[in-house]
């Protein structure tokens, strides 16, 4: 299937790109309200389902044997920027597991954040694994690690107990079959899975709802989505799309991106998840996607509508400031 041009780039009056792709939106009951393109095409979510590998977390009782706060639980969820508050929480979370940075095995990279990247650059520092994106989910991991009482080496691999409880955690929550055929490795070095975007949806209509999940699950993602909802910038960082249209939206809205344009979202009020790809894994384009789908189904009043118009139709300008087109949703999202 050759899924649908769903958003443009103009340039003046004229169209400059197109991209190309798909995406679900599913209640609770497993039940398509609205699809395009093929969703039932299995893609690596990434980054866009930690909130659901943060789940065992909190379901095995180990945030609260470590005192874990709302903050870092958010940091749990998070792609993070990489600022002195997302690193200063990474360490917090290790030193409450009895561990430190040494314990990561994410590997290092520069901060996402252009600000935080320079910042660490100016000091004369190299980058270590605690600025890595993911170090807060890493964190959550070897916090489960301790509280559970298995050994923190090695917590990566597929066949570590952490890595095994995630991958049924996801394979519950989806409804999806993780083989592994459908297995991949994730930029920080843990094991992704291929789901199809009506799964992903699914699942996080299940996550914002709590229908059909067991009790003890249930708390787990309100206590998430609370954390997350008053912790925003824990999640990504100033300036950054996660970040600022949860700051908008509060707790009517759960969004998480994930690498190559996939992007996962849960609307607890509306019952609904939702889950989009960009086809070329453009970052712009599934934000306009997601926004919107978000705008469309999210049942908001006016004041959040007229602030998620800036991300559904963002301006796009030149080096000197002067705005020269827009990005714009397309047929189906149009």
């Known amino acids: 299937m050759t899924n649908p041009v769903v958003v443009e780039a103009t340039r003046g009056d004229r169209v400059e790109s197109a991209h190309r792709g798909a995406g679900a939106v599913v209640d609770a009951d497993g039940r398509l309200v609205m699809a395009f393109g093929g969703v039932e095409e299995p893609v690596f979510p990434r980054s866009a389902v930690k909130a659901l590998q943060a789940l ?3 379901e095995s009782g180990a945030a609260d044997r470590l005192g874990l706060d709302a903050s870092e639980i958010a940091l749990a969820c998070a792609s993070h920027s ?13 030193a409450k597991a009895g561990y430190d940075e040494r314990a990561l095995e994410c590997g290092p990279h520069w ?22 994106n993911c170090s807060g989910k890493h964190a959550g991991f070897l916090c489960l690690c301790r509280a559970i009482g298995v050994a923190r080496h090695g917590y990566i691999a ?42 992903l949806a699914r699942a996080f209509a299940r ?19 609370a954390a ?13 799309f996660d970040t600022d249209a949860m700051s908008l939206l509060g707790a009517r809205a759960f969004i998480k991106s994930g690498a190559e344009g996939v992007f996962c979202v849960a609307l607890p009020e ?31 009043d006016a004041r959040a509508a007229d602030g998620l118009r800036a991300f559904v139709s963002p301006r796009l300008f030149n080096a000197a400031g002067a705005e020269v087109g827009r990005l714009r949703p397309q047929g189906p999202l149009a």
């Open 270 to 300: 509306a019952g609904l998840g939702l889950a989009v790809k960009a086809d070329d894994g453009a970052g712009r384009a599934a934000q306009v996607m997601i926004s919107a789908l978000i705008e469309r189904f999210g049942g908001f």
């Open 158 to 199: 597929p066949d570590h107990a952490v890595q095994r409880e995630v991958a049924a955690t996801l394979e519950a929550m989806t409804g999806a079959r993780l083989s592994e055929e459908m297995r991949g490795v994730d930029g920080c070095g843990v094991p992704t899975y291929a789901i199809p975007l009506a799964g």
């Open 111 to 132: 901060p996402l954040g252009e600000d935080e990247s320079r910042a660490l650059a100016r000091s004369g520092q190299a980058p270590r694994a605690v600025h890595n």
């Open 228 to 240: 997350v909802a008053a912790h925003p910038l824990m999640v990504a960082g100033r300036g950054r």
């Open 82 to 94: 990489g600022g002195d508050v997302h690193i200063a929480a990474v360490r917090g979370m290790l």
């Open 56 to 58: 065992p977390l909190l």
């Open 207 to 225: 996550f914002g709802t709590g229908r059909g999940l067991e009790r003890r699950r249930r708390d787990a993602a309100a206590r998430i989505r």
